[in-house]
Nanobody, 127 residues
Framework: QVQLVESGGGSAQSGGSLRLSCAASGATSSLDTFTWFRRTPEQGYEGVARLDRNGRTRYADSVSGRFTISLDKAKNTLYLQMNNLAPEDTATYYC?????????????????????WGQGTQVTVSS
């Protein structure tokens, strides 16, 4: 089993920055892919940024160039650095992890086969 705990959400002004953290514990060596998702009542879940065990990243067009996903393996902590925030970035952000045994094809940024999710952290950006 794997547990994920997010932190770092809060409020920011348009153009500001926030860094989200996601601390992983448990069977972390089994994990292959880490992704940050966000959810709003209007949009549902949107994949924001993905990082795999080989260090490859993928970003949604809406955040490319502004957000950076990274992993501190020594601390088992995933990060999402969010710069130049905009009101449309307001959402609940979730980290999710997928073990290698569920990697069957390229799922892109869809929330497919992620058995491990954090509790979510709210990000609110005001103009």
């Amino acid at each position: 089993q794997v547990q994920l705990v997010e932190s770092g959400g809060g409020s920011a002004q348009s153009g500001g920055s926030l860094r989200l953290s996601c601390a992983a514990s448990g069977a972390t060596s089994s994990l292959d892919t880490f992704t940050w998702f966000r959810r709003t009542p209007e949009q549902g879940y949107e994949g924001v940024a993905r990082l795999d065990r080989n260090g490859r990243t993928r970003y949604a067009d809406s955040v490319s160039g502004r957000f950076t996903i990274s992993l501190d393996k020594a601390k088992n902590t995933l990060y999402l650095q969010m710069n130049n925030l905009a009101p449309e970035d307001t959402a609940t952000y979730y980290c999710a992890a997928r073990p290698a045994r569920l990697e069957r094809r390229d799922y892109g940024l869809t929330p497919t086969n992620y058995p491990y999710w954090g509790q979510g952290t709210q990000v609110t950006v005001s103009s």
